[in-house]
C-alpha cells in the first residue's frame, strides 16, 4: 500500500512511519506529491481511500491488534472511536490557525486527568494532535506556562515507540 500525500500531511507521513515500526508492515509507503487530496493506493495502484480521515483509517485498521492488549489506534468500542475521530478533527482547529489558542487550550484542559487524548492508551487522535501540535512548539511561539498538560501530553507522545526518531525532540523543560 502507499499513501500518497503533500508536504503538509505531516500526520499521515507520521502515521505511515508508526505503522511500518508498530506493526512491522514495512509493505506501506507514502509518497511526496503535489496532490492536494491525500489517497491511499492498493499495490496494484488502485485508489482505496481519499482524504486525509479516511486515509488514515485504513492506515489505523493495519495496526487493529489480535490481542485486545495491544495498540489500537482506532478505539476498542464505539465510544473510544467517537472519542478518537472527534479529536482528529479538532486537530484541523488547531492548524488552521484562527482559533488556535482557543484549540490548544481546549486541549490542554482535556488532558488535566488524561495520558492520551482519547483513549487509555496510544491512539490515532495522538498522532494527529502531535502533528498538529509539535510545529508550533517547535516555533516556540506557545507560552509554555499556560500549557502545562499539554506540554506534559506532547513529551511523552514524542518519546513513544514508533513515533520517537522520527522528528527532532523538542526541549520542553527548561
Not at 493495519?62 to 492488549?69: F, I, K, M, Y
Amino acid at each position: 500500500m502507499k499513501v500518497v500525500c503533500g508536504l503538509q500531511d505531516r500526520q499521515l507521513r507520521l502515521l505511515v512511519n508508526f505503522v511500518r515500526i508498530v506493526s512491522g508492515n514495512s509493505s506501506v509507503n507514502y509518497e511526496l506529491s503535489s496532490a492536494t487530496t491525500p489517497h491511499l493506493l492498493d499495490d496494484s495502484g488502485r485508489t482505496v481511500a481519499e482524504g486525509l480521515l479516511s486515509v488514515g483509517r485504513c492506515l489505523g485498521d493495519l495496526c487493529r491488534p489480535a490481542d485486545r492488549q495491544a495498540v489500537c489506534l482506532l478505539g476498542r468500542d464505539t465510544t473510544e472511536s467517537a472519542l478518537v475521530w472527534q479529536w482528529c478533527e479538532h486537530a484541523s482547529d488547531i492548524q488552521s490557525g484562527e482559533g488556535q489558542a482557543k484549540a490548544l487550550q481546549k486541549l490542554d484542559a482535556w488532558l488535566v486527568s488524561r495520558s492520551f487524548v482519547a483513549t487509555n492508551s496510544f491512539s490515532l487522535a495522538d498522532i494527529w494532535l502531535y502533528a498538529s501540535v509539535y510545529p508550533i512548539l517547535a516555533k516556540g511561539i506557545l507560552e509554555a506556562s499556560r500549557f502545562v498538560y499539554l506540554l506534559r501530553w506532547i513529551d511523552q507522545v514524542q518519546h513513544t515507540v514508533g513515533i520517537s526518531g522520527q522528528w527532532p525532540v523538542l526541549p520542553l523543560y527548561r
